[in-house]
């Protein structure tokens, strides 16, 4: 017990750091040398990948399944309605202040102390299980210099847990994210006479489909395809009929469709031409029968189904999140994390990984 207060220690003057480096995404380099130096100086091999930071479980041996250990390095943008700086970590009490702070620094440093409590206790070194742990970058904005980058350097993965801020319950199932653009097309002309074809009328139709279409399948954890139409452009003054009309849709899918299926029923029956900004980000799931997720109903937690994307999109093998912190907190003015949720976070991490 005294180990993990020593380590819970560690964790938060860890973050305190990583606060007070600005890491917005693409921007991570000096935090991903901070995360180098931190795993270098607990004894193990560290790896970088443009500002991606990882370590393989010393005792790997290829016969045994591997659990990999995710969480992000990068931020947003600070928003400017915060009270704080928000690269000034603050703690008050029982409450530490500052940007990454919850989404998703908590989960950060809290996984890479339990990839340190199991590599280097050796009372645990007959587990049945290797661990990789992996700081990635870019997730905030999926890039492509992130974890879609690492992954084809690791070993073979079983199953990932992936720090996301989730109260510590475990989110089994993600809703997955493709951004649409729309083109409705008319015929410019005078708009003082019967001229043209206006491509706004021409998009009309596609507007309201969008809106009010369900689609058959829905998900019990996330429930049905969610489209929005966001952001719509026209014309170019008030004298001239549009010939073009442009429209933005976010798409949020459930595991029961992939993306190109999506997409397939969505130009089935709009008129407009349709255009993938990529396929990639697709719905995640694991099943509820994952000895890992067995093992968190036993230890008190409920699954749920998540809305908010993360790296988990980019990930070909089972996963699923589970962190300290709020995903509520995420991207807003005085993030902030509790010290006791990092605590609790690292004791049930290893309850969780110890019972498998």
Request: glycine fraction near 6%; hydrophobic fraction near 35%.
């Amino acid at each position: 017990m005294e180990q993990q207060k020593q380590y819970t220690r560690e964790a938060i003057d860890l973050l305190c750091r990583l606060i007070a480096t600005p890491s917005t995404s693409r921007s991570e380099s000096e935090a991903a040398t901070i995360m180098e130096q931190a795993i270098s100086n607990y004894g193990f091999k560290t790896h970088r990948e443009a500002n991606n930071v990882w370590a393989i479980d010393p005792l790997f041996d290829a016969a045994r399944p591997t659990v990999l250990l995710n969480a992000h390095i990068d931020t947003v943008k600070p928003v400017d309605s915060w009270t704080r700086n928000p690269f000034a970590p603050t703690i008050e009490g029982d409450t530490l202040y500052g940007l990454g702070s919850n989404d998703c620094g908590g989960g950060l440093v809290t996984l890479l102390q339990v990839f340190r409590y199991f590599c280097r206790n050796n009372v645990k070194a007959n587990r049945s299980f290797n661990l990789i742990y992996l700081a990635s970058a870019e997730e905030e904005v999926s890039g492509k210099d992130g974890i879609s980058r690492v992954l084809p350097l690791l070993p073979k993965t079983d199953v990932a847990i992936v720090g996301e801020p989730t109260g510590m319950q475990p989110a089994i199932a993600e809703k997955g994210l493709m951004v649409l653009d729309l083109i409705a097309h008319g015929k410019s002309g005078h708009a003082a006479r019967n001229e043209g074809v206006n491509a706004i009328y021409e998009a009309l139709d596609d507007m309201r489909w969008i809106s009010d279409y369900k689609f058959e399948k829905t998900s019990p954890l996330l429930g049905p395809v969610k489209m929005t139409l966001t952001v719509v452009n026209a014309g170019t003054q008030h004298n001239v009929v549009p010939d073009i009309c442009t429209m933005l849709v976010d798409v949020r899918s459930n595991e029961c469709y992939t993306n190109e299926e999506i997409y397939d029923i969505i130009c089935q029956h709009v008129r407009s031409e349709v255009k993938a900004h990529s396929f990639r980000l697709h719905s995640s799931h694991i099943d509820p029968k994952h000895p890992l997720v067995q093992r968190c109903v036993s230890l008190g937690m409920t699954p749920y189904g998540s809305p908010t994307l993360s790296d988990q999109a980019l990930m070909p093998f089972p996963s699923f999140k589970l962190g300290p912190g709020k995903s509520s907190r995420s991207h807003s003015a005085d993030e902030f994390i509790r010290l006791s949720e990092i605590e609790h976070a690292l004791d049930t991490y290893i309850k969780l990984l110890i019972g498998i």
